[in-house]
């Protein structure tokens, strides 16, 4: 499918951008896989996800943090993707885009949570850390009301990918896959989670590809201009963030 007769540059600005859109369709996925990836050896639950990151905590963090950063930069290839299909299927783009979005800030929620938890491991002990975490699980919160609403979005936004022609029946049923992903804290990596981040791959990369190149490319000096201006806002973000 070629994205040029759908992405006519008489179009003007399409929110958030071609750019913007491409990166995160080829990044984000890879992002997910290699977090998975690298705690696929210790066991799903969260005694055993604590325990390693006791016994491995630069790569249990590194995990962590490439899924959450992986989760956040989801975001534009969802409203480019719902985009897209909504051109010949509207219902089901705003409905996939809308419920997968909210899921996305559940996930983001979760890792706050991870975060706190590995942090007690050091602050307390494990012990203590395992036992806090254990007597709060299922603790009401708005986010549970999301929780569900990443996995049917999935589904539906495969559905209408591949009816409105963006995504043929393997990207489709590969953005699909996403919708076997488990929420919840403290989450292991699985060969399920394997599958789910493969297929997010299969489905977003070529189709990111097909975006970047729907339109003229920048000059190399543009993109080095603008590689480090947001390689200095991240870093001034960052201090920011540390100093609060």
Not at 88 to 108: D, E, H, N, Q
Request: hydrophobic share 55%; glycine share 12%.
């Amino acid at each position: 499918m070629h994205l040029q007769n759908q992405i006519p540059e008489q179009d003007g600005f399409r929110f958030p951008g071609r750019g913007i859109s491409g990166i995160s369709m080829v990044l984000a996925p890879v992002l997910l896989l290699l977090a998975e990836l690298l705690r696929i050896q210790f066991d799903f639950f969260y005694p055993a996800q604590l325990q390693a990151f006791v016994d491995h905590p630069t790569r249990i963090a590194v995990s962590y943090n490439l899924f959450l950063a992986g989760n956040i930069l989801l975001w534009p290839a969802i409203i480019a993707l719902s985009n897209l299909i909504g051109k010949k299927k509207p219902s089901l783009a705003l409905w996939g885009g809308i419920f997968v979005i909210f899921g996305l800030f559940a996930r983001t929620f979760h890792y706050g949570i991870n975060h706190l938890a590995f942090q007690l491991t050091a602050v307390q002990n494990l012990e203590l850390a395992t036992k806090a975490v254990g007597e709060s699980y299922g603790a009401f919160h708005i986010i549970s009301t999301l929780s569900a609403a990443i996995m049917f979005g999935w589904i539906i936004l495969a559905v209408g990918a591949y009816r409105s022609g963006v995504l043929k029946i393997v990207g489709a049923t590969g953005l699909g896959l996403m919708s076997a992903l488990m929420l919840g804290v403290l989450k292991g990596g699985t060969v399920v989670s394997l599958i789910a981040t493969g297929g997010l791959c299969i489905a977003l990369i070529p189709l990111g590809v097909q975006v970047l190149r729907s339109g003229p490319i920048p000059e190399p000096k543009f993109i080095f201009r603008w590689s480090l201006i947001i390689i200095a806002v991240v870093i001034g973000m960052y201090f920011f963030g540390q100093a609060g």
